[in-house]
Nanobody
């Protein structure tokens, strides 16, 4: 499966932004999708993941409540809604796919990666 993340841009503090991860190829519904981000000078970190059917999501603790995720397997798309953004959310955001839910927060378990989309939050 090939993934493409989009929707990044420059936003002001407190505003919202929605990222999309669109997959090409068949069997999108057989993959767990995760979002990761990498801020300047920092290691890549897990943001959240969504199950194959979209009925279960998991987020890193400090983002839960501000970030939500939805999935549309008919459109091969996973959306990441980010609210009340702060400059600390500035990063390149990546979506990734893997076949199993276990260790959803571990980037080493993901098989396929999109190219990333840059989110910049100004103060």
């Amino acid at each position: 499966v090939q993934l493409q993340a989009s929707g990044g841009g420059l936003v002001q503090t407190g505003r919202s932004l929605q990222l999309s991860c669109v997959a090409s190829g068949d069997a999108f519904g057989t993959y767990v999708i995760g979002w990761f981000r990498q801020a300047p000078g920092k290691a890549r970190e897990f943001v959240g993941g969504v199950s194959k059917r979209g009925d279960v999501t998991q987020f890193v603790d400090h983002l839960r409540g501000r970030f939500t995720m939805t999935r549309d397997n008919e459109k091969n798309t996973v959306s990441l809604q980010m609210d009340t953004l702060t400059p600390e959310d500035t990063a390149i955001y990546y979506c990734a796919a893997k076949p199993h839910w276990g260790a959803v927060g571990s980037e080493r378990t993901y098989r396929y990666w999109g190219q990333g989309t840059l989110v910049t939050v100004s103060s």
